[in-house]
């Protein structure tokens, strides 16, 4: 079951319109490494995963949908404001073609978004290595925005973002421990 508290998980600023910006957060809305990809993936990793470690999934998962509103909401006001020329410029007029100021899953070189980039292979270690990579990805991303940001507001999200793909690292890394420590005790019935 799940809850929803209309408000979001961290404030969303932006200082000014900026089509460009929102191109390059495009990329975790719909992308490879994103926020959809990760929600689902956990989502669906967590049906065949030890019990020990359901809750983690599920608890991330639910996190990583409250990102993918995050990232909604810096690109609608990055650019609710954009002039027809601003959004050329930007190199989204194809987007805008197609669906106006509205969101669509895609990344930020416009590729639709895939069930393949949501992997479970049915090994629980190995779905949670691929969940460490897939974090450690994100976060990866998140920076490189930044790089490119000169938006002091908006990267101060930005950077809650990053900060929490590092904790979810970090949570992926420690349930792989606890299932090795199970995978090594002795069974008795």
Known sequence: MFYYEKKLQ???RVSTC???LAKFLIEQYGGADGELAAALRYMNQRYSIPNKVIGLLNDIAMEEFSHLEMIATMVYKLTKDATPEQIKAAGIADHYVDHDRA???HNAAGVPFTATY??????PIADLYEDIA???KARATYQWIIDLSDDPDLNDGLKFL???EVVHS???REAVEILKEEQGKKKFF
């Open 170 to 172: 970090q949570r992926f």
């Open 103 to 105: 969101l669509f899953y």
């Open 162 to 164: 990053r900060e929490r």
């Open 118 to 123: 949501i992997q479970a292979k049915g090994d």
């Open 18 to 20: 900026n089509p460009m």
């Open 10 to 12: 961290y404030p969303v």
């Open 134 to 136: 897939a974090e450690e």
